[in-house]
């Protein structure tokens, strides 16, 4: 992979890896794994352009070369006023908080970005059922900690 197809292909991937780490390890250690990964992807270009889940490889390589921590803690995730956010639950980020890593991922990724079940299977290299489990469970956990009650 030459200069320039590198360049097409991190601007078609960098939003997609960086909203993923963001929604699984908050800002700081979100953006440190977004740099390993594009760093590996700049070393391996060639074998990274042969794959077939190049950004499903570039997550875990993020994962694994950003400094490990057990829980994100909530404090790390930004007021919703403080990025311009109106009329959000201010609990959420504490809530957010308190989801595993897998069910704050596929929630953010399915509700807060838009993506299909399928679109964030693929980058986190699951099954999209599991992806909808992941996410059945992070709204229920949601709504527990925020005291929140389904209708009817």
């Not at 320039?4 to 250690?29: I, K, S």
């Amino acid at each position: 992979m030459d200069a320039t197809e590198f360049e097409v292909f991190v601007a078609e991937v960098r939003r997609r890896l960086a909203r993923a780490f963001v929604a699984a390890y908050g800002a700081e250690r979100g953006a440190e794994a977004l740099s390993e990964a594009l760093a590996v992807a700049w070393e391996r270009s060639d074998e990274i352009a042969a794959m077939e889940n190049p950004v499903g490889y570039l997550y875990r390589v993020g994962q694994s070369r950003s400094r490990p921590r057990r829980r994100v803690e909530a404090a790390r995730f930004p007021a919703p006023t403080d990025i311009g956010l109106p009329d959000v639950e201010p609990d959420l980020p504490r809530a957010l908080g308190m989801l595993t890593e897998r069910q704050r991922v596929c929630v953010a990724l399915v509700h807060a970005f838009g993506w299909s079940h399928r679109e964030a299977a693929e980058l986190l290299d699951l099954s999209p059922s599991s992806v909808q489990n992941h996410v059945e469970r992070g709204l229920r956990r949601l709504r527990t900690e925020l005291g929140v009650t389904p209708r009817a």
